[in-house]
């Protein structure tokens, strides 16, 4: 069983940053893939960011490249979400997801993943 820990959200004007964390329970984080979805009121889940923790490549949806980055502390077995340039569509429920799966394409879809965390709230005010 592998657990799941979202931290960082809170509520930001257009254009500012936030970083999201997730902290994974330790021994099953290896050779993972670690995602970030999101989910605003009425709308699917989307994929976000995607990152394997064996060898650290990075995914990312076409509606936040050049705007966040996802990356790891292996010592820490946490994943971040950096968000620069935020915008008021980046408002949703943010959620971190761990799968044993090693996608090549990166893996944004729900069904790779296993487990869930919570979910840490993000609202960009325009």
């Known amino acids: 069983q592998v657990q799941l820990v979202e931290s960082g959200g809170g509520s930001v004007q257009a254009g500012g940053s936030l970083r999201l964390s997730c902290a994974a329970s330790?021994?099953?984080?290896?050779?993972?893939?670690m995602g970030w979805f999101r989910q605003a009121p009425g709308k699917e889940r989307e994929g976000v960011a995607s990152?394997?923790?064996?060898?650290?490549?990075?995914y990312y949806a076409d509606s936040v490249k050049g705007r966040f980055t996802i990356s790891q502390d292996n010592a820490k077995n946490t994943v971040y979400l950096q968000m620069n340039s935020l915008k008021p569509e980046d408002t949703a429920m943010y959620i971190c997801?761990?799968?044993?799966?090693?996608?090549?394409?990166?893996?944004?879809?729900?069904?790779?993943?296993?487990?869930w965390g919570q979910g840490t709230q993000v609202t960009v005010s325009s």
């Open positions: 997801a761990a799968g044993p799966v090693y996608c090549s394409g990166g893996c944004l879809k729900p069904s790779y993943y296993n487990y």
């Open positions: 330790a021994n099953t984080y290896s050779r993972y893939s």
């Open positions: 990152i394997y923790t064996g060898d650290g490549s990075t």
